[in-house]
């Protein structure tokens, strides 16, 4: 049995020593902090992620660096499993360990204990493949990554500058690569070729949707929807917006999906490039986040955020499943959060299973692998559609009876093929929903009109400790600080169809606090005011309160 490389570890953990002061969390989102915090965080992941290979008999891992829609001094690391999906629960806890060993003769020791508690055979070889976004931070980052790697022994492929999604692709790709289940190619070409011929299948034959403007966060999203739009060619034509990937300070400035989302508007660098009727969409800073959005006759802004996504993607995904004959035997299923717009709900209910789970992305993917063909996507726009093995075995296999079957087998086959089933990606979403809209013939307003969203309203309030709020029901209650779902309770009982909800952000020290009401202004109102509660209950100095609060 071989043992750990403890002085190669320790000699090059010394040139990446542990701030005393910081404590880390991996949480949904990985590790995310100020980026100039995170070398020793980096050097420690080199080494989890191989033992993390080592453990699955050499299978690759991969290692994405990224603060997705954070701001441009952010930075994060997260580690993907061998199916392209998001790092076992029970790791995270030793992530967590890891990166907190105060010296090298700590980490020494947890890694030492790691490798004992879950017998890590060490003669197993390392697999390692690894990115980056665009962020400034990112290869400093990637060299205290690459020296951990080093340190023990990995393989490691280096995949350069690319979105997340594609990362969890190439991982996917990687670890199926000749097998029956192949995911593809494993390259980023292989990737956009995928994606691309499924899109020219599914659109055959269909009228051509008008240019997709596509805002693409000043981020690695901008570089990816140009290679894209070369392999899509003439099939849907993309006219790409914010594209300075190297402007200091652009990057999620004023653009992107969560600024579309939590500021219910248009990006201020769209406003003279989309017209009344035309359709837009929003990437974030890595591309697997998603939001759509039009302006109407009015020119007032329309936003299609993931619930939306959602009802149009579920509705013709349960409509081809009709016209192939595989209604009994194929069943679908939606799984949402209680952030998901309360109208969306219930349109989605009156159609197919609905599952409420609380946020954040692996919780959603483990409810949707339950269902035949699970579709799951956040407000925010993060999302996929999983097809399960024996579905995808069932289309291969399934003989129709009719051409209308045969047809619509097809469609089927084909969207196996344009989703990046491994997580939530804005390309390949950005495809689904323009397949959907070619094939019902639908301009944004059509797609809004499937249901009206109830007026809603995000907060979020900064907190000393965002550890202290405490959830339960789907985060849909809070069980501490003590008292306060009780006041929130008694505001939500004043308001004609409110609801609220309070929860602790997973990837910043803030409380996010979503709030619904039959009119927008009574929406504004109760979000502010729970906000309000929230600041004061965490502490906070009631006469410092932001004056939107009081």
Not at 120 to 126: G, T, W
Request: with cysteine.
């Amino acid at each position: 049995m071989s043992s750990l490389p403890l002085q190669a570890i320790k000699s090059l953990s010394e040139l990446h020593q542990k701030p005393s002061h910081l404590r880390f969390q991996y949480g949904t989102a990985g590790f995310r902090t100020l980026g100039s915090t995170l070398d020793s965080v980096l050097f420690r992941v080199g080494v989890l992620a191989a033992l993390r290979s080592k453990r699955l008999d050499g299978r690759t891992i991969g290692v994405m660096v990224t603060a997705s829609h954070n701001p441009e001094e952010d930075n994060g690391v997260k580690l993907v499993d061998p199916r392209g999906e998001m790092l076992e629960a029970s790791w995270e806890a030793h992530a967590t360990v890891i990166a907190n060993a105060l010296t090298t003769n700590d980490l020494l020791d947890a890694l030492d204990s790691l490798v004992r508690t879950l017998k890590i055979d060490l003669s197993k070889p390392a697999r390692v493949v690894y990115a980056r976004d665009t962020r400034p931070s990112g290869e400093s980052l990637i060299s205290a990554l690459q020296d951990g790697l080093k340190a023990i022994g990995a393989e490691a492929r280096d995949a350069g500058i690319t979105t997340t999604p594609i990362l969890h692709y190439l991982v996917k790709a990687i670890n199926t690569k000749g097998a029956k289940d192949s995911y593809g190619e494993d390259s980023e070409e292989g990737y956009y070729t995928k994606l691309s011929e499924a899109f020219k299948k599914l659109v055959a034959g269909r009228r051509r949707l008008d240019p997709l403007i596509v805002d693409c966060a000043n981020g690695v999203g901008a570089s990816a929807a140009a290679k894209l739009a070369q392999y899509l060619g003439d099939s849907l034509t993309l006219r790409l917006e914010n594209t300075s990937i190297t402007t200091p300070g652009a990057l999620n400035h004023a653009c992107g999906a969560d600024f579309v989302k939590t500021t219910q508007k248009l990006p201020p660098s769209l406003t003279d490039h989309l017209r009344p009727g035309q359709r837009g969409c929003s990437l974030d800073g890595d591309a697997d986040r998603l939001m759509y959005y039009y302006l109407d006759e009015r020119g007032t802004f329309r936003m299609l955020d993931g619930d939306k996504i959602a009802a149009l993607v579920a509705a013709f995904i349960v409509e081809q499943v009709k016209l192939a004959g595989l209604s009994d035997e194929i069943k679908v299923g939606v799984v949402q959060t209680a952030y998901a717009n309360g109208a969306s709900t219930k349109y989605l209910a009156e159609r197919l299973p609905v599952k409420c789970v609380p946020t954040g992305v692996k919780h959603l993917h483990h409810a949707a692998e339950h269902y035949n063909i699970g579709v799951y996507f956040e407000a925010n726009g993060h999302g996929t559609v999983l097809f399960s093995p024996a579905t995808q075995e069932k289309l291969a296999t399934h003989e129709p009876s009719t051409p209308a079957q045969s047809t619509a087998l097809n469609h089927l086959i084909n969207l196996t093929q344009l989703i990046n089933q491994t997580v939530g990606d804005a390309l390949s979403d950005m495809l689904l929903v323009e397949v959907v809209l070619a094939h019902k013939s639908y301009s944004g307003v059509e797609w809004d009109s499937l249901y009206a969203d109830l007026p809603n309203r995000l907060v979020k309030v900064v907190v000393g400790d965002r550890n202290a709020f405490k959830t339960e029901d789907a985060e849909r209650r809070l069980v501490s600080p003590p008292g306060l779902q009780t006041k929130i309770d008694d505001l939500v009982r004043k308001y004609e169809g409110g609801r609220s909800f309070v929860r602790p952000s997973g990837t910043e020290d803030v409380v996010r606090v979503y709030a619904e009401a039959a009119l927008k202004a009574q929406a504004d109102e109760l979000a502010f005011r729970v906000a309000g509660l929230v600041y004061d209950t965490a502490g906070g100095d009631a006469a410092k309160r932001p004056k939107e609060f009081l």
